[in-house]
T-cell receptor
């Protein structure tokens, strides 16, 4: 059973470009979470999705960031018009259940560098 | 003040020592995660617990819900245990709130 997959592992973008980060949850998991880890800081929740639904996006910046988890295919975190401050590691996690704190399994992360 | 506080921030030990990392939280929680982040950056879930104690190999995690406190213990520490250990609490929703991590270095 493959774990949570994220790609790309490393992504370099120039200021103003778009970044698309992909996350394929573990087989049988329909709950996906995105977290951001800024340099020298702890992990912060961004968004929680189930298939075709955004459940909680309270951690997402109001502008330029969006997330989706379509019926088919991976979850996508999209950052438009990237700025240097978006440089961070973005982790995706998945769980089988979303209630009562289902155990989350983390992907290897995507390290975004904005030049 | 962060809702999840870890101590110590940094910890250096000699191989074979018994290690304790502490986590205190101020939110009401349904469960608590202990995570391990290796120098390469990947995150591994070590434990999820909501009461009592769990053990896996040389790792032991305990939680005291009344005192809002959890500990992670490593027995017979080894240099390969060197990593950042992160405590994360499930609050009222499915949102994890993370501590800032404890950087552990185990010297041979």
């Amino acid at each position: 059973n493959a774990g949570v997959m994220q790609n790309p592992r490393h992504l370099v973008r120039r200021r103003g470009q778009e970044a698309r980060l992909r996350c394929s949850p573990m087989k049988g998991h329909s709950h996906v979470y995105w977290y951001r880890q800024l340099p020298e800081e702890g992990l912060k929740f961004m968004v929680y999705l189930q298939k075709e639904n955004i459940i909680d996006e309270s951690g997402m910046p109001k502008e330029r960031f969006s997330a989706e988890f379509p019926k088919e295919g991976p979850s996508i975190l999209r950052i438009q018009q990237v700025v240097r401050g978006d440089s961070a590691a973005y982790f995706c996690a998945s769980s089988r259940t979303g209630t009562g704190g289902g155990e989350q399994y983390f992907g290897p992360g995507t390290r975004l560098t904005v030049t | 003040k962060n809702e999840v506080e870890q101590s110590p921030q940094n910890l250096t030990a000699q191989e074979g020592e018994f290690i304790t990392i502490n986590c205190s939280y101020s939110v009401g929680i349904s469960a608590l995660h202990w995570l391990q982040q290796h120098p390469g950056g990947g995150i591994v879930s070590l434990f999820m617990l909501s009461s009592g104690k769990k053990k896996h190999g040389r790792l032991i995690a305990t939680i005291n819900i009344q005192e809002k406190h959890s500990s992670l213990h490593i027995t017979a520490s080894h240099p390969r245990d060197s990593a950042v250990y992160i405590c994360a609490a499930f609050g009222g929703s499915e949102k994890l709130v993370f501590g800032k991590g404890t950087k552990l270095t185990v010297n041979p």
